[in-house]
């Protein structure tokens, strides 16, 4: 269905020359959506996929442990669209107090990701409502420290923005004049709350464009844009732990998500976007499932192989558990949390080293980082560094 411009072109002077800005209409598109059978059935697929995601997570026997480590790899996954080079390792080395490999503003950057995801969270429990005051917070907390921390954190910006190109004369794409945010922004919050609008997946894939659109703040749009898919699923009871992200499919089809986008502004194809979405949604929920289902067959394998060891499995087993949480760790980090000795701790290590289930990952003599090998590797997977 071709529908034409989707908003208005504004003439606005920016960096000292004149642009074209461009002004979203309001959501929801108009005419609506058109379901055609074939995204019908693609619909029906994908909140399938996010139902059996959903059913996973309540059978898990830590629910928090599964989300500690899916959070941290979209906040790698997120940053790194963003130009960031940090790895899943690097991030936990940073957690832990250690050097990590990359860049620290890379790292930074990403641990900036998880606290702005998890006061986001955070606050949907409280009872807080998904509205552009939480937005701003989760901007506020993303740009807290290090890249962007002079870009008005937390506010909506009131300078013209750009994408693409090295100063708004040539660029890509240019969002709406700065007067024109708060209005666009408070059309936005009222459609998230409307009744009668469609499902929340369909919902959700029409918000992230809007919201990409205006461009609301001077850096970090991306990654808030990004989160807010997760935000609102999560919101409208969909999932019960937000688990849904969809930065690693949006990574891997990076070109064909800005073509879209494009269209979707430029022609009114709502459709084309749609059927990409919630492709995405599928692929990346059914993925979800695989790798729960391979963590638990691999805490289970590695379990019993602690659980044979004899006389020295019990300590073993609660440093095992405590690898599980958190998967790297130093001795004396491990000792606090087990609450056990640093020389029973060493030892409990020295047996899961034995049995090739953590690994040394600093080489030092002291200060040594102990890795669970293999659940690391499972988290990393996709998150490498282009």
Request: aromatic residues 8%.
């Amino acid at each position: 269905m071709r529908r034409g411009l989707t908003g208005q072109y504004r003439i606005t002077a920016a960096g000292g020359e004149t642009v074209r800005a461009f002004v979203p209409l309001p959501l929801p598109p108009k005419p609506p959506v058109e379901l055609s059978p074939e995204r019908q059935r693609r619909l029906e697929h994908a909140l399938l996929a996010v139902g059996r995601l959903d059913a996973i997570t309540a059978l898990l026997p830590d629910p928090d442990l599964f989300l500690y480590a899916y959070v941290r790899r979209e906040a790698v996954l997120s940053s790194q669209i963003e130009g960031t080079q940090s790895s899943v390792s690097d991030l936990l080395l940073f957690e832990l107090e250690q050097a990590p490999g990359a860049p620290l503003d890379d790292v930074v950057e990403v641990s900036n990701y998880v606290a702005a995801l998890e006061h986001g969270l955070a606050r949907l429990r409280d009872g807080f409502p998904l509205c552009n005051r939480l937005l701003r917070e989760i901007h506020a907390r993303l740009l807290a420290r290090g890249r962007g921390a002079e870009k008005q954190p937390g506010e909506f910006r009131r300078t013209q923005n750009w994408i693409g190109g090295t100063r708004p004369g040539n660029a890509h794409f240019v969002p709406p004049p700065p007067e024109e945010v708060e209005p666009a922004m408070a059309d936005l919050e009222r459609f998230l709350h409307e009744s009668g609008a469609p499902g929340t997946l369909l919902k959700a894939a029409l918000a992230h464009v809007q919201f990409e659109t205006i461009h609301p703040f001077l850096d970090g749009n991306g990654r808030v844009g990004r989160l807010l898919i997760a935000l609102m699923l999560h919101h409208d009871g969909v999932l019960r732990q937000p688990l849904l992200y969809l930065s690693l499919y949006f990574k891997r089809h990076r070109q064909e998500y800005y073509r879209l986008l494009d269209l979707v502004r430029q022609q009114g194809d709502w459709e084309a976007w749609l059927d990409f979405f919630l492709e995405g949604v599928a692929e990346t929920a059914a993925s979800a499932v695989t790798t729960a289902h391979r963590l638990l067959e691999l805490f289970d394998e590695d379990h019993a192989r602690v659980a044979a060891l004899g006389r020295s499995a019990p300590n073993a087993l609660r440093v095992f558990e405590a690898f599980r949480a958190r998967p790297l760790a130093t001795v004396g980090s491990l000792a606090e949390r087990t609450h056990t000795s640093f020389p029973t701790a060493a030892r409990a290590v020295e047996a899961l080293v034995q049995l090739d289930i953590v690994r040394e990952v600093t080489g030092r003599k002291r200060e040594r980082v102990f890795a669970y090998r293999r659940y690391l590797d499972i988290l990393n997977e996709g998150t490498e560094p282009e």
